[in-house]
């Protein structure tokens, strides 16, 4: 699969129709995600000014440092068809922005997480103009994945995998979370990936708290471990998921009988999905088994989040959220059940909403795994 397959040129002329579906006159969008999804160039995030001006009508223009435009030129993007600028070290880069919008502009779209620099700046530069966040135009665009967008997330899945299929290498009782987590890591990025973007080593009471990270405790004979990892693969996309182990003997009978209700929660959960229903009811789906369980209050989080360029992106599977979903979606099944002070579990695969269903882009087995 090559870069031209996972940013085609035909990209930026669909977005620069969103722009002006949309009621503006251009995106600005500075390093991240949305820039990338454009242009394909995945740009350093400084002090000096790299912005992509997209303008409703009219020849999209990336500005970049003089310094970075020989990374610039190596991207994918002189094939998506921008035009590329630069601006050398002590010069003001903004009146490259007013020459690339080509005229006045009366609203413009910024991106989401640009630096309050920058903002600052570009609505000095254009006092005018009403600024929006990039994402009312993109969000759409990119929520729906296209074929090669999917088989990026099916490569990084494989990959985040390989390195769970490892675990009973290094998670042993007497080790730390953060011997274990730093094995991971390693794994990640032999496994493919060129960059770790998370590695959760939860042991015992740790468990009970979803974003623990990782801490110098040894990990207890028997303890539920909650292991949580995700990379970067050279495309851009992004791998996550979840399983939780149990290190070196019996697991605690109040924790099996629960795990066994977590896990019919995910399958139903990952079993709901398909075109045309809500997000909510995905996320109604998991609650469901867990709370007639009396651990509905222990559920601390929403049951998923999307993913593509960005850990976290749209669509969210979560109460409240009547989103029908689509083909081309992506996005995480991961229920939980955190029982503070005492153990905790999750459960998460990536899948894909199909035309008729649902594809699992985690393949290795979600049953408890006693190590």
């Not at 490569?155 to 009782?173: C, K, Y």
């Amino acid at each position: 699969m090559g870069f031209e397959e996972l940013y085609p040129p035909g990209r930026l002329a669909a977005a620069q129709r969103a722009v002006a579906a949309a009621g503006l006159d251009a995106l600005l969008l500075s390093p991240g995600s949305d820039l990338r999804y454009l242009t394909g160039y995945d740009a350093h995030a400084g002090e000096r000014l790299t912005l992509l001006v997209l303008p409703a009508e009219g020849e999209p223009t990336l500005i970049v440092p003089t310094l970075e435009r020989p990374a610039a030129e190596a991207s994918p993007a002189p094939a998506t068809g921008v035009r590329i600028v630069d601006h050398p070290d002590g010069t003001d880069p903004y009146p490259l922005v007013t020459a690339a919008l080509g005229g006045p502009v009366g609203a413009v779209g910024l991106a989401d997480r640009m630096w309050a620099e920058q903002v600052l700046a570009l609505r000095a530069l254009l006092p005018d103009a009403r600024q929006r966040l990039a994402s009312t135009v993109l969000r759409e665009v990119r929520v729906h994945k296209s074929a090669a967008e999917v088989a990026a997330l099916a490569e990084a899945g494989a990959a985040i995998d390989t390195v769970h299929a490892r675990m009973g290498q290094w998670l042993r009782p007497g080790r730390t979370e953060v011997e274990v987590a730093a094995d991971i890591a390693a794994a990640i990025r032999a496994a493919g990936h060129v960059t770790v973007d998370f590695v959760i080593v939860a042991a015992g009471p740790n468990a009970a708290s979803p974003h623990h990270g990782t801490a110098d405790r040894p990990i207890g004979v028997g303890e539920p471990v909650v292991v949580d990892i995700g990379g970067t693969m050279a495309s851009g996309y992004r791998s996550d998921c979840t399983r939780t182990y149990v290190s070196g003997g019996p697991a605690p009978a109040e924790f099996v009988d629960y795990y066994a209700v977590l896990h019919e929660a995910q399958r139903a959960a990952v079993a709901a999905v398909r075109p045309g229903v809500s997000a909510a009811a995905v996320d109604a789906a998991a609650r469901a088994p867990i709370t007639a369980a009396g651990y509905g209050d222990a559920f601390l989080h929403r049951t998923g989040h999307g993913i593509g360029l960005d850990g976290h992106e749209e669509p969210y599977v979560v109460a409240g959220n009547d989103r029908a979903l689509a083909a081309g979606m992506v996005f995480s099944v991961e229920p939980g059940i955190y029982l503070a002070g005492r153990h905790g579990a999750r459960i998460e695969d990536i899948v894909v909403c199909t035309t008729d269903g649902v594809r699992r882009l985690n393949t290795i087995p979600t049953e408890l795994i006693a190590l």
